[in-house]
T-cell receptor, first 112, second 115 residues
């Protein structure tokens, strides 16, 4: 079975500074990886996904992530954050059993 | 992206009554739909996976008789919380996928409060 670990429950960062949100996964089979963002009292919106191909994936709102198979990681990055990026970010993994399993989430807190 | 509509967005019900939550894929046919529960400031806990025309597969610890899931068509799944109690109060979110190993699209969520 697959699992996802997001080590940082909260990440404070100053506005216009770069940010990295960490995600590590475990799976015995080929995986498909996702990052979702959740704003308060809303559902989840897909930021980006890795299904196959290039390991550097670009998503919406200026985010990107790199799939690293040897380190079983899929860290999310943005070179310059904005106050509107304040939200909860979830890393997720899907394997051959069709389930999508989520990490515990990382709250991105933008400081003025 | 594809749109998943979840209704209602908020519901308050009395203890002992049942509540039905609908999840519709508006512009695509969803072979698989998922139901999640989210507690305040926590992650999404997968409750069950449903495929059109077959019984839902529940995760360990989720009561099948309490959380009834029906996936009657490729665009509609429903979650019925039967005999609701205050501890069932939570944020319930559905999601739908085109097919295996593509991204899932999420509904807006339903805030259930049982009083």
């Amino acid at each position: 079975a697959q699992s996802v670990t997001q080590l940082d429950s909260q990440v404070p960062v100053f506005e216009e500074a770069p940010v990295e949100l960490r995600c590590n996964y475990s799976s015995s089979v080929s995986v498909y990886l996702f990052w979702y963002v959740q704003y308060p009292n809303q559902g989840l919106q897909l930021l980006l996904k890795y299904l196959s191909g290039s390991t550097l994936v670009k998503g919406i709102n200026g985010f990107e992530a790199e799939f690293n198979k040897s380190q079983t990681s899929f860290h999310l990055r943005k070179p310059s954050v904005h106050i509107s990026d304040t939200a909860e970010y979830f890393c997720a993994v899907s394997g051959e059993d069709d389930k999508i399993i989520f990490g515990k989430g990382t709250r991105l807190h933008i400081l003025p | 992206g594809a749109v998943v509509s979840q209704h209602p967005s908020r519901v308050i019900c009395k203890s002992g009554t049942s509540v039905k939550i609908e999840c519709r894929s508006l512009d695509f046919q969803a072979t698989t739909m998922f139901w999640y529960r989210q507690f305040p400031k926590q992650s999404l806990m997968l409750m069950a996976t449903s495929n059109e025309g077959s019984k839902a597969t529940y995760e360990q610890g989720v009561e099948k008789d309490k959380f009834l899931i029906n996936h009657a068509s490729l665009t509609l799944s429903t979650l019925t919380v039967t005999s609701a109690h205050p501890e069932d109060s939570s944020f319930y979110i559905c999601s739908a996928r085109f097919h295996l190993n593509t991204e899932a699209f999420f509904g807006q969520g339903t805030r259930l409060t049982v009083v």
